[in-house]
């Protein structure tokens, strides 16, 4: 899997009581609502994960994003998988889950290593996006953001990711013998992370080329969650 990492200022941040929430929505709120964009230009697809039982993040994730200039119409949420519901044992019969990870989702809560075991949530997580990946190679999109409901985006998220695109190549146009255009081949990636955790705090030591692509870094050892990145079609079928 090709994968880089782009300084373009998510944060995760997991909302875990209403109070938590709602402190989220008045920071984002301080800032004035920019005009709404021509996001399709930029994404062809803008999918939210979000369990149908968190509408409060869901509202949250829309609030905020149109605070970011993206229009509701723009934004697909895409129904997430319950990790509490998910039979772990057909799992892994099914070798999505190892033998060595089964056995320490039978541990208790308290004896899992943050980061490194499984938990249902996790498991949940990691079937969603593998859903949506399958989506997304069916739509051929050429562009998709995908967030989780969870993610916290800084003001100017757009205009500062206009601005690490012109960094990297997002699509090639091939031109034909004749002069005219081809379909635009697949980038020389699969997946770019837009926030996340360096836990080794070792990004700034992978960056591709610091002079003509400032802030773009291949991915550290120990990059956690997924809570915002762009992949392509191609790209989601590598994933897959």
């Keep these: 899997m090709r994968s880089l990492r782009s300084c373009a200022r998510v944060k995760p941040v997991a909302p875990s009581s209403a109070g938590h929430l709602q402190q989220q929505q008045r920071w984002c709120s301080t800032a004035q609502a920019p005009n709404h964009r021509d996001v399709s230009a930029i994404f062809d697809g803008v999918f939210v994960i979000n369990l149908d039982h968190r509408t409060d993040r869901m509202d949250f994730m829309l609030e905020q994003l149109g605070r970011c200039g993206f229009p509701a119409e ?18 892994k019969e099914k070798g999505f889950v190892s033998k060595l990870g089964y056995l320490r989702l039978q541990e208790p809560e308290e004896n899992r290593i943050w980061g490194m075991d499984l938990n249902p949530g996790a498991v949940g997580c990691a079937l ?10 069916a ?19 757009l205009e500062n990711y206009i601005e690490r695109e012109k960094a990297f190549p997002l699509k090639s146009t091939t031109v034909g013998v ?12 699969d997946l770019i992370y837009l926030g996340g ?7 700034h030591l992978l960056e591709v080329s610091p002079e003509s692509r400032p802030g773009l870094r291949h991915v550290p050892q120990f990059h956690r969650t997924t809570n915002c990145y762009i992949t392509h079609a191609v790209g989601a079928e590598n994933l897959l």
């Design 128 to 137: 969603s996006h593998i859903k949506l990946w399958a989506e997304i190679s």
């Design 197 to 203: 955790l360096d836990t080794q705090k070792r990004g």
């Design 178 to 189: 004749d002069g005219s255009s081809q379909p635009p081949s697949p980038p020389p990636w």
């Design 74 to 91: 723009s934004i697909t949420r895409f129904p997430a998988v319950k990790g509490a519901d998910v039979n772990l044992q057909r799992l």
């Design 139 to 157: 739509r051929k999109c050429q562009n998709a953001l995908v967030i989780e409901d969870d993610s916290l985006f800084e003001e100017g998220f």
